[in-house]
């Protein structure tokens, strides 16, 4: 359910200007880098929506809190969330109860809807004009599925405890549509409004955001410190609420799996399609919300068209798949307006890691895992970690701990590593050309050199930049990502901006430069 930060324009309306929807109505949050060492009882790495509601429920617990970024707050994945506020899990409860069990599933349900009132009450207690609003999501049958598979998801969600959740016969939705579930209650809002409000509501209370500040490593121990350059900050403990931990070298990416996502969004008449969350039972599902637009119109957004991160080069065909299926659905769309692609990390079970670091002190803790839930997951962490923090007994930890094993889940674990194993074989495969002459402007190729690989990208004024295409996680070749101009890892999920700069982890240096 989430997006990538880089909005683009469709190809007949393309423009150099990216940035998505949400940015057009919304600041990014920049403040000044960190310029001196400093110290509090907590220090979050990662400005996003796990890092900022740790720290403002940190900070509304009495703690100091300081929160560090490498870019502004907001500018990862959060800025271009399609943010579905749900207890629907993108796993569904038939799989999480079959991989974990009835108890968990309940916890899970309970933790979801909480988040969704958490969020609702942060907004009306810091009076946050973030276009929250509770409506309904519905989940459809796919012509190729058995309607059993509603039913016995229904089943299943009655036993985590969500009993208000109703099956509607074939008709029910605003399209053409099988049979589908109804989860009352749900929620959407406008992320980056969203955030503004936590990062006024934690400055009230004395926390402080420094933007534009790498962090280099985070050293465990009482106290802990975080290192970014020659600053650091002491602390009694440490949040690592990245996408993805750079911290853990192997352990924590063993548990989880990189997938790009792809999304599309075009206006439709203002009150043609009824508000509303919409998800199908396809397999990768599609994805489906509005957010206003104007006084005449709504944007319609539509994600979709799933694959494991850096192997794929079919983008813009995946978009024209997401297009075709949505304009069968809402013939009503306009002309395309936006498409991007971002990344999710998926877990065995489909639930986020949120707890201690198994591989660091106690005092060290990540959140990871978002499995297309990176709303209620983020919102999730923040709870849950500043009850940890404080000392205070959670009955979610144990469904979230990082640490955790689900071993009826084995299968899938090894397929997952025997894909990823897989990818080590680029390194004795050709390049994806032969020359830099063949690369167009703007875009980027790998090129075989001697013994060597390069990630070669030919900018719009022609200017050629060579990188190493080795990731600097643990080795694999990057590929490169013409949806979202970045150069993407297929083992583990690091991604490096077009001028390899890395912009996900678990890399956590650029891709060297090659002269």
Same mark, same amino acid.
Request: include cysteine.
């Given at each position: 359910? *989430?997006?990538?930060?880089?909005?683009?324009?469709?190809?007949?309306?393309?423009s150099?200007?990216?940035g998505?929807?949400?940015?057009?109505?919304?600041?990014?949050?920049?403040?000044?880098?960190? @310029?001196?060492?400093?110290?509090?009882?907590?220090?979050?790495?990662?400005?996003?929506?796990?890092? $900022?509601?740790?720290?403002?429920?940190?900070? %509304?617990?009495?703690?100091?809190?300081?929160?560090?970024?490498d870019?502004?707050? /907001?500018?990862? +994945?959060?800025?271009?969330?399609?943010?579905?506020?749900?207890?629907?899990?993108?796993?569904r409860?038939?799989?999480?109860?079959?991989?974990?069990?009835?108890?968990?599933?309940?916890?899970?349900?309970?933790?979801?809807?909480a988040?969704?009132?958490?969020?609702?009450?942060?907004?009306?207690?810091?009076?946050?004009?973030?276009?929250?609003?509770?409506?309904?999501?519905?989940?459809?049958?796919?012509?190729?599925?058995r309607?059993?598979?509603?039913?016995?998801?229904?089943?299943?969600?009655?036993?985590? !405890?969500?009993?208000?959740?109703?099956?509607?016969? &074939?008709?029910?939705?605003?399209?053409?549509?099988a049979?589908?579930?109804?989860?009352?209650?749900?929620?959407?809002?406008? #992320?980056?409004?969203?955030?503004?409000? $936590?990062?006024?509501?934690?400055?009230?209370?004395?926390?402080?955001?420094?933007?534009?500040?790498?962090?280099?490593?985070? *050293?465990?121990?009482?106290?802990?410190?975080?290192?970014? @350059?020659? %600053?650091?900050?002491?602390?009694?403990?440490?949040?690592?609420?990245?996408?993805?931990?750079?911290?853990?070298?192997?352990?924590?990416h063993?548990?989880?799996?990189?997938? +790009?996502?792809?999304?599309?969004?075009?206006?439709?008449?203002?009150? &043609?399609?009824?508000?509303?969350?919409?998800?199908?039972?396809?397999?990768?599902?599609?994805?489906?919300?509005?957010? #206003?637009? &104007?006084?005449?119109?709504?944007?319609?957004?539509?994600?979709? *068209?799933?694959?494991?991160?850096? %192997?794929?080069?079919?983008?813009?065909?995946?978009?024209?798949?997401?297009?075709?299926?949505?304009?069968?659905?809402?013939?009503?769309?306009?002309?395309?307006?936006?498409?991007?692609?971002? *990344?999710?990390?998926?877990?065995?079970?489909?639930?986020?890691?949120?707890?201690?670091?198994? +591989?660091?002190?106690?005092?060290?803790?990540?959140?990871?895992g978002?499995? @297309? +839930?990176?709303?209620?997951? !983020?919102?999730?962490?923040?709870?849950?970690?500043?009850?940890?923090?404080?000392?205070?007994?959670?009955?979610?930890?144990?469904?979230?701990?990082?640490?955790?094993?689900?071993?009826?889940?084995? @299968?899938?674990?090894?397929?997952?590593?025997?894909?990823?194993?897989?990818?080590?074989?680029?390194?004795?495969k050709?390049?994806?050309?032969?020359?830099?002459?063949?690369?167009?402007?703007g875009? !980027?190729?790998?090129?075989?050199? !001697?013994?060597?690989?390069?990630?070669?990208?030919?900018? &719009?004024?022609?200017t050629?930049?060579?990188?190493?295409?080795v990731?600097?996680?643990?080795?694999?070749?990057?590929?490169?990502?013409?949806?979202?101009?970045?150069?993407?890892?297929?083992?583990?999920?690091?991604?490096?901006?077009?001028?390899?700069?890395?912009?996900? /982890?678990?890399?956590?240096?650029? $891709?060297?430069?090659?002269?």
């Amino acid at each position: 359910m *989430e997006g990538f930060s880089r909005w683009r324009m469709s190809d007949k309306t393309r423009s150099p200007q990216t940035g998505s929807p949400w940015e057009k109505t919304a600041l990014l949050t920049k403040r000044e880098p960190l @310029g001196r060492s400093t110290e509090a009882d907590v220090c979050v790495v990662g400005a996003g929506i796990a890092g $900022l509601t740790t720290a403002y429920l940190l900070s %509304q617990a009495g703690r100091s809190v300081v929160v560090l970024d490498d870019g502004p707050a /907001g500018g990862g +994945m959060t800025r271009a969330t399609t943010a579905h506020l749900t207890h629907a899990l993108d796993d569904r409860y038939v799989h999480l109860e079959s991989v974990r069990g009835e108890d968990v599933s309940r916890l899970a349900a309970e933790s979801h809807t909480a988040a969704i009132d958490r969020i609702e009450s942060i907004v009306l207690k810091e009076s946050i004009e973030c276009e929250f609003t509770r409506l309904d999501g519905y989940l459809f049958l796919s012509p190729n599925d058995r309607e059993s598979l509603l039913d016995r998801e229904l089943e299943a969600a009655h036993k985590a !405890g969500l009993k208000l959740v109703e099956k509607l016969p &074939s008709g029910g939705l605003p399209f053409d549509a099988a049979p589908s579930l109804r989860f009352p209650q749900q929620g959407q809002f406008h #992320p980056l409004k969203y955030l503004n409000g $936590l990062i006024a509501g934690l400055e009230r209370g004395g926390g402080r955001l420094y933007t534009g500040t790498h962090v280099d490593r985070v *050293e465990g121990g009482h106290p802990a410190r975080v290192v970014a @350059g020659s %600053q650091h900050v002491t602390s009694n403990s440490v949040v690592v609420a990245t996408l993805t931990p750079f911290i853990d070298r192997v352990k924590l990416h063993t548990k989880q799996f990189p997938y +790009m996502t792809y999304v599309i969004a075009a206006p439709v008449p203002k009150g &043609s399609v009824p508000k509303g969350l919409f998800w199908d039972t396809e397999d990768p599902y599609h994805y489906v919300r509005l957010t #206003p637009l &104007s006084d005449d119109a709504d944007l319609l957004i539509v994600g979709g *068209e799933d694959h494991k991160s850096g %192997q794929a080069e079919d983008h813009d065909a995946r978009f024209a798949r997401l297009e075709t299926w949505s304009r069968d659905r809402f013939p009503q769309m306009k002309e395309r307006m936006f498409n991007w692609a971002g *990344e999710v990390m998926e877990t065995l079970d489909g639930l986020a890691l949120i707890g201690p670091n198994p +591989m660091d002190e106690d005092n060290v803790f990540v959140v990871t895992g978002d499995s @297309g +839930m990176g709303m209620t997951h !983020g919102t999730i962490a923040g709870m849950l970690l500043t009850d940890q923090i404080e000392g205070r007994v959670n009955p979610w930890a144990h469904v979230y701990d990082p640490s955790r094993k689900p071993v009826r889940a084995a @299968g899938r674990f090894i397929k997952e590593a025997a894909n990823m194993a897989a990818q080590y074989a680029d390194w004795i495969k050709g390049g994806d050309v032969s020359s830099e002459d063949d690369i167009a402007l703007g875009h !980027g190729a790998i090129l075989r050199d !001697g013994l060597k690989k390069l990630a070669v990208y030919r900018d &719009s004024s022609g200017t050629v930049h060579r990188f190493s295409a080795v990731c600097t996680h643990l080795g694999c070749i990057v590929a490169w990502n013409a949806a979202a101009a970045t150069w993407d890892c297929p083992c583990h999920g690091s991604r490096f901006d077009a001028l390899g700069k890395v912009v996900n /982890g678990p890399a956590n240096q650029d $891709l060297p430069r090659v002269d």
